[in-house]
């Protein structure tokens, strides 16, 4: 095979030994498995408050009631506030549901914490449903609460800008479904703020109005991709294939020569010219019975040349005629020396 053909299939197994290692590469960036959560059930607690506001005789709104975004609430002028919360759990499946719940009520400041009200503890329960509901109502006495307040700050000499009361429900659910059970507690805390000395006046901002919380059973599965390994193990055996490919080729083209093209022959005449002087043209080969028996061929006829010189003997040319048609016609050189004949021979025209 010649060289360059092995240089060729050499640099071939190469890039392919390249693009297989890239594949190993990339078949382990894959995972032969992986953890998956898989939602089971869905679930939402979902709080709301809503409230009326009734209100002293006054003249700027002329009414005895106040709904939300109806106007402010402006703390002289506010007699009570009824607030109604409501709290529904829904779950994506059945589920047996039990509500226990309790309502806290407290004022405080920066100063100072004051409890309220803590109601009893409730319990509800709900059998094989999707939806769990109940509601509450607190009546809070505005006049009765600055009352406090101000007996408050009297006995510890302090005084704020601002209060506030919070109601704070504290709800804990169980619900129980085919696929697992849910318990956690729901606090949806509303805040009213007691504000003084404002710009806009003494006032009762109410925070807190809405509160969502969502959840959901999970369930974690372990994916296995037996597709990688098998990417793999190809990726390995062409690796293999391709290495010993490019070794083989690589060996080869180490161990092949390159060939060597023969440099055009010169014409006698132009290898006899440096030497024309010394050369003596045979008409026929010359007798070697008594003498020359012993051959010795030489590289060059500069080296027998300088055999020549060396013994001091002539050297004898003759041209042979090629006895057969396919044959080359042939220049040999002859220095007699006894029974030793020195010989350069060329191949001609």
Not at 34 to 52: F, N, P, Q, R
Not at 154 to 183: C, F
């Amino acid at each position: 095979m010649k060289r360059t053909t092995i240089l060729i299939l050499t640099i071939i197994f190469a890039l392919l030994t390249l693009i297989s290692l890239i594949g190993i590469y990339f078949a382990h960036q894959q995972p032969t498995e992986e953890k998956k959560a898989i939602t089971l059930c869905t679930y939402t607690h979902d709080g709301k408050y809503d409230y009326i506001a009734a209100l002293k005789p006054n003249n700027l709104y002329n009414l005895t009631t106040l709904l939300p975004g109806e106007g402010t609430l402006y703390i002289r002028i506010t007699k009570s506030i009824n607030v109604t919360f409501t709290y529904t759990f829904n779950c994506s499946l059945p589920a047996n549901i039990t509500l226990q719940y309790v309502i806290n009520e407290y004022m405080q400041s920066p100063k100072w914490k004051k409890a309220i009200l803590t109601s009893p503890t409730e319990t509800l329960n709900f059998s094989e449903a999707t939806m769990a509901t109940f509601a509450t109502t607190q009546s809070i006495n505005i006049t009765a609460l600055e009352e406090l307040r101000n007996s408050i700050d009297k006995e510890t000499g302090t005084y704020t800008s601002e209060h506030l009361l919070v109601l704070e429900p504290i709800i804990n659910v169980t619900a129980k479904t085919a696929v697992g059970e849910i318990n956690e507690p729901f606090t949806p805390a509303m805040n009213m703020s007691f504000r003084y000395g404002t710009p806009e006046g003494d006032y009762i901002a109410i925070e807190g109005l809405t509160h969502t919380q969502q959840g959901r059973i999970q369930q974690t599965e372990t994916i296995y991709h037996p597709e990688v390994m098998s990417q793999r193990y190809v990726s390995y055996a062409l690796s293999i294939a391709f290495i010993s490919a490019l070794t083989c080729a690589t060996w080869a083209y180490l161990k092949a020569k390159p060939e060597k093209h023969a440099k055009p022959e010169k014409p006698i005449e132009e290898i006899i010219a440096p030497y024309e002087e010394t050369i003596f043209e045979l008409a026929e080969e010359p007798s070697y019975e008594s003498f020359g028996r012993t051959v010795v061929r030489v590289e060059t006829l500069e080296d027998l040349v300088s055999i020549a010189d060396g013994l001091a003997k002539p050297i004898l040319y003759l041209k042979k005629t090629p006895s057969k048609p396919e044959e080359k016609t042939s220049h040999v050189f002859y220095v007699l020396d006894g029974p030793v004949r020195y010989e350069y021979k060329v191949a001609g025209d």
